[in-house]
């Protein structure tokens, strides 16, 4: 088996759980026979040094995002690191990612970020050729910025629920009471009922893929269908692009 | 609220998901109410250049992993982390891990690098003051070096498994046909049972607490107490004691 080339990056802390995340979908989409044979990732963290990437979008917050995550790309690369991605869906809206690639090239790091939502993109193409529609669920910040519209590129029709629907599956994410990211381990019900009420709605509208544009939804729901449709975790189209990236031999087939 | 001081170094690698493990458990033990208040972490996950622990402590491997443990070490410090942990229990035995705090003071390191198993004595002493004798779950190579009989210094008794029951508590981690490392996402009955054989003949022996001295079984048995007496994760403790190190005011209480 051919070794790696590379190291893998990723910028993490967007929020701490996504980059963990991403972390443990490359070793779990990996193919080794053992713990050496395992790919060399770096996961940088610094949660307080990124402003948030929704409020940023929403014109809430003024620094933009970018200049923290290229901070953090400099120092992946200065240890080793050959390609980055970024474990958060917002941090792709073109507002915030376009100014990470121009701090890359005047910085001239050397490091390949990818683009999550472009791989999401790609693998959709590649694996689910007669897909039309797609159905995007996210936080309200993806649904504001219109992130997985760039899915068009990619000749996908983009589904997304009613203005309604998004602050009810947003609450399923945040809502202190029942939401997600607060309980984690144990998540209650009513996100779970969110959750697949979104989905029913898009699945009614068209759609016949789901993306869960989140790092949480995968939490809360995790088969590979519903109803009958594909449902794809975008933090699980990245890891599989990075471990292309450095060791496409390494890649676990995709069922 | 008090900032945190410091950045939290993880060497991870050994293996992989024992790494990711013990950074998910920082952000489990954080008291954190938004994203951006969770702890600063460096992950550095190099699994093909840290030799196998087990097989070194067994004679069986002549490249001590400390040296690779050092250039990790090494590493982190460069890119800001002030304390570190050994995701994995092996790295722990004096043989690898006097190796290592040689070669932090060769190099003028400045890094605090914490010891698992220590802090496992701590933790218990603090936690469970009535505590006498420890069961100690691990791999071979734990059993054979004697790891955990370091917890002798904070005046525990710690009792081990048979050399039979050893060898089946071994492979309940590393078979091909039922470990808990070939199948961490549902993981085989027969895994979970050799598990609970293990923890109940401890207990025979008089061990009024059991830890669990490898990354693995907390997969298998997620429980707190195993019939009546508390079982310790020593990943769990480490990331604690990582906590506290720098921001011991946002340490989650301990139920």
């Known amino acids: 088996m051919v070794e790696q080339k590379g190291i893998i990056g990723i910028v993490g802390g ?6 963990i995340d991403l ?3 490359i070793i779990s989409q990996t193919v080794a026979g053992s713990d050496q044979k395992h790919l060399p990732q770096l996961l940088f963290s610094f949660p307080s040094s990124i402003s948030d990437r929704t409020r940023f979008i929403l014109g809430q917050e003024t620094v933009n995002p970018a200049l923290a995550i290229a901070r953090v790309l400099q120092k992946l690369e200065m240890c080793g690191a050959t390609v980055a991605g970024m474990a958060c869906n917002s941090a792709h809206a073109p507002v915030i990612f376009n ?3 121009r701090q890359i090239e005047n910085h001239n790091l050397t490091i390949r970020l990818l683009h999550m939502i472009k791989e999401v993109g790609l693998f959709i193409r590649d694996r689910y050729p007669h897909v039309k529609s797609v159905g995007v669920l996210g936080t309200t910040g993806t649904f504001v910025s219109g992130l997985y519209e760039q899915l068009e590129e990619f000749g996908l029709d ?7 629907e998004q602050a009810s599956l947003h609450s399923s994410i945040y809502s202190q009471t029942y939401g997600i990211k607060s309980f984690p381990d144990n998540i209650p019900a009513r996100a779970i009922d969110l959750l697949c009420d979104a989905c029913r709605s898009l699945k009614e509208k068209g759609a016949d893929l789901l993306v869960f544009g989140c790092t949480e939804f995968p939490l809360a729901y995790r088969q590979p269908m519903f109803e009958g449709i594909p449902v794809i975790d975008s933090n699980m189209v990245l890891a599989r692009a990075l471990i292309r990236e450095v060791a496409p031999d390494k890649l676990r087939p995709w069922k």
């Not at 967007?14 to 980059?19: E, H, I, K, Q, T």
């Open 158 to 164: 983009v589904r997304n629920v009613s203005e309604r």
């Open 99 to 101: 100014e990470v690639v």
């Open 14 to 19: 967007m929020g701490p759980s996504a980059g």
């Open 23 to 25: 972390s443990s979908k």
